[in-house]
């Protein structure tokens, strides 16, 4: 069987079992999955994915602290050869827990902060904003690399500034930003839903603030995708524009009961079938089987231009975008076109896009981080043909729905959030 790509990175979502009932939770996360990987399944997966060739792993869920063993768990992948990062929701994380995790073989531990104190309490539940600082204050008591994530909604973009500088005063090593999606129990709270026409002025607000380079800000490749501050949003990464989906060609995601997906985060529309871009059960058949099988993750490895539809088929940007990330894809345009684009709401609203202007590429050397100035952001009638193309896959071009796409610990879209504990060791080398 011809070997497939490498995959850099995975997603593994423990458990679906969640000690919290969030009104944005992607996956309605809450009771455990039917016949959830054992310990020991689990050690094997870990095997599995070195074996392929993997480099690190996000233990996620649901809510990976409701497993009694989620601590063998770090252990394990981090015996496997992985960098091993856990997203959590912290009710659970106290200072023993963090550092019982640390002596483990954790890198990195994210937690999410969705919004000030009253903005974050009204989306998860009452106190948990005081405890996620506890659990903040711990991870970094045991010296673990904290990481935050923000799902931004209705409620919290006003205090998107606030928010910011909240981050800056905890010492996080990344912040991730990244929209709520239509899916799941957010599919239930339309008040809380971003609308299209709203993504232009996010895109310079978080633009601005990437700019200030005050706190590491990491937008996530569910957001964006050649508005007029592109370059701006991914100039901490080493591509300064997105690349397309990586999901089954650089990231996968793993159900808690085995399914085996390009990304977590890409889950079936309303009224789909549920076991769309499932390609396989590790139960059933050897991960590396599934990951080289032919016609294996086809909407990202066999993708051709006649697979968009609408606005997305004739935009100036469609090869190299692809319709944007796939799991915003799916949940807002039935799989074949995406209204939550920066681009196209630009376009709509008249807003004029910079067809000249400054980009970054990447360039590793010595596994170091290079940035270079490279190409202009194209408008809405231009064609770029010096930007890579997008089955480039750089090393921190990565589809985001990891992060990681990734769900957050309570299975929010969570894209490309640990991308970033790569970037934190290559750069402490």
Known sequence: MTAGPTPVRCVLETTLACDLRCRHCGSRAGAARSRELSTAEA???????????????????????CRADWVELIQGAHDAGLLVGMITNGVRFDLEAAQRAKRSGLSTVGFSLDGLEASHDRVRRPGHFAATMAAIAAAQQARLSVSIVT??????????????????????????????????????????????????????????????????????????????????????????????????????????????KGCLSILPGHGQDPG?????????????????????????????????AGFCR????????????????????????????????????????????????????????????GAAIPGCGDKDDTAPPADTYEADADSDSDSDSDSDSDSDSDSDAYDIEIQRVIEEI
């Open 43 to 65: 050690l094997d997966l870990f095997r599995q994915l070195a074996g392929l060739g993997c480099q690190r792993v996000t233990l996620s869920g649901g809510e990976p602290t």
């Open 151 to 260: 799902t931004l909604n209705r409620w919290n973009t006003g205090e998107l500034e606030q928010l910011h500088r909240l981050v800056c005063t905890l010492g996080a090593w990344s912040w991730q930003v990244q929209p709520g999606m239509d899916m799941g129990s957010l599919h239930d709270h339309p008040e809380l839903m971003l609308r299209p026409a709203q993504l232009p002025a996010l895109e310079r607000r978080l633009a601005a603030l990437v700019q200030q380079g005050e706190q590491r800000v990491a937008v996530a490749n569910s957001f964006g995708w050649f508005g007029p501050h592109e370059h701006q949003l991914r100039s901490g990464k080493r591509a300064a524009s997105f690349q397309g989906c990586a999901a089954g060609v650089r990231t996968l995601g793993i159900e808690s009961n085995g399914n085996v």
């Open 276 to 308: 769309a871009y499932v390609e396989g059960n590790i139960r059933e058949t050897s991960l590396a089987e599934i990951w080289n099988r032919p016609g294996a993750f086809a909407y990202n490895r066999d993708w051709s231009l006649d697979e968009l």
């Open 314 to 373: 004739s935009c100036c940007q469609a090869e190299r975008c692809r319709g944007g990330c796939r799991a915003t894809m799916v949940a807002s345009g039935d799989g074949v076109e995406n209204p939550m684009c920066v681009h196209r709401a630009a376009c709509e609203a008249g807003i004029s896009l910079p067809t000249t202007g400054p980009s970054l590429r990447s360039s590793v050397v010595a596994a170091a981080l290079g940035v270079m100035v």
